[in-house]
T-cell receptor, first 114, second 115 residues
Framework: NAGVTQTPKFQVLKTGQSMTLQCAQD?????MSWYRQDPGMGLRLIHY???????DQGEVPNGYNVSRSTTEDFPLRLLSAAPSQTSVYFC?????????????FGQGTRLTVV | AQKITQTQPGMFVQEKEAVTLDCTYD???????LFWYKQPSSGEMIFLIY??????QNATEGRYSLNFQKARKSANLVISASQLGDSAMYFC????????????FGKGTTLSVSS
């Protein structure tokens, strides 16, 4: 079982560059989300989606865009990278079937903006 | 607004001892769920245990148990008989109030287990 797959695992960007972090899940989960993890800050929610075509902002959405054209994929776009976006990014998915279902996480993408 | 608070940045315990990691939460939703995750140094997020707000009993999963005190809005994780492999970051999280909202996380507690 692949679960949640994030690519790339590591990325270095120059300030001002744009890029897309990929996230795909093969569990047919309706709910998907993106987090960033910074030292001492825990996981902060960037954007989330409750299904194809539906997205919403989380706690720290500025500088990021998302779209959800299929159930499987939920890419995160950095429009113009800034050093403040240096972080570890996690994608997660959850089933909508039961309230107690946990979120499954990808392995993370370590992004450095120089 | 929902909030998860973990007040212990770091905890230290010896092997075979029990340890309690604190978590308090705030929500106006009468129906909510609380989760604990483990993040070892390798970085992956590992689900440990879940407690629903209407569950009558405290959740248990092997050496993990959740001390759920609803009136105090606390959901502390208890790890019995600590092992060296328990050294990791531990996160408490809550299901969002709106259906489909992603989990909201606390800042985490780093647990160090020594021999």
């Amino acid at each position: 079982n692949a679960g949640v797959t994030q690519t790339p695992k590591f990325q270095v960007l120059k300030t001002g560059q744009s890029m897309t972090l990929q996230c795909a899940q093969d569990m047919n989960h309706e709910y998907m989300s993106w987090y960033r993890q910074d030292p001492g800050m825990g996981l902060r929610l960037i954007h989330y989606s409750v299904g194809a075509g539906i997205t919403d902002q989380g706690e720290v959405p500025n500088g990021y865009n998302v779209s959800r054209s299929t159930t499987e994929d939920f890419p995160l776009r950095l429009l113009s990278a800034a050093p403040s976006q240096t972080s570890v990014y996690f994608c997660a998915s959850r089933s909508s079937g039961l309230q107690n279902t946990e979120a499954f996480f990808g392995q993370g993408t370590r992004l450095t903006v120089v | 607004a929902q909030k998860i608070t973990q007040t212990q940045p770091g905890m230290f315990v010896q092997e075979k001892e029990a340890v309690t990691l604190d978590c308090t939460y705030d929500t106006s939703d009468p129906s909510y769920g609380l989760f604990w995750y483990k993040q070892p140094s390798s970085g992956e997020m590992i689900f440990l245990i879940y407690q629903g707000s209407y569950d009558q009993q405290n959740a248990t999963e092997g050496r993990y148990s959740l001390n759920f005190q609803k009136a105090r809005k606390s959901a502390n994780l208890v790890i019995s008989a600590s092992q060296l492999g328990d050294s990791a970051m531990y996160f408490c999280a809550m299901r969002g109030e709106q259906a489909g909202t992603a989990l909201i996380f606390g800042k985490g507690t780093t647990l160090s287990v020594s021999s």
